[in-house]
């Protein structure tokens, strides 16, 4: 099972003219390209132009996911990379203060003398 012999399980356009919102009658909405795929212990992926991955269970339910971008600072932080680790640290701190707030974590906080 491939991209070529099943397109309609990696996010193709399907053969059935069903009309988008809005569209003219007969027009297949169109989706994200797909730009790379690859078999991993013989099972089939695709990865389209969103970042998503696409792939079939055995039961031939399709499934799609947006992988987890960790955020690593290198020898050279652009500001992009540094503005993502800023929001992530950001987050771990909110995170901290709900958790706080449902009923802290029973820390003291003493100042060293």
């Known amino acids: 099972m491939t991209r070529e012999t099943r397109p309609e399980l990696f996010g193709a356009p399907s053969t059935a003219m069903v009309p988008a919102a809005g569209a003219a009658p007969g027009a297949i909405p169109a989706g994200p390209a797909v730009v790379k795929t690859w078999t991993a212990n013989g099972w089939p992926f695709a990865m389209t132009s969103d970042g998503k ?17 960790s955020v690593v600072l290198g020898k050279k932080v652009n500001s992009s990379m540094a503005k993502r680790a800023v929001r992530k640290l950001q987050s771990i701190v909110q995170l901290g203060k709900d958790i706080e707030k449902l009923g802290g974590t029973r820390v003291v906080y003493r100042k060293k003398k």
């Open 53 to 69: 991955i696409h792939t079939v269970t055995k039961s031939g339910v399709r499934k799609s996911w947006k992988p987890y971008k």
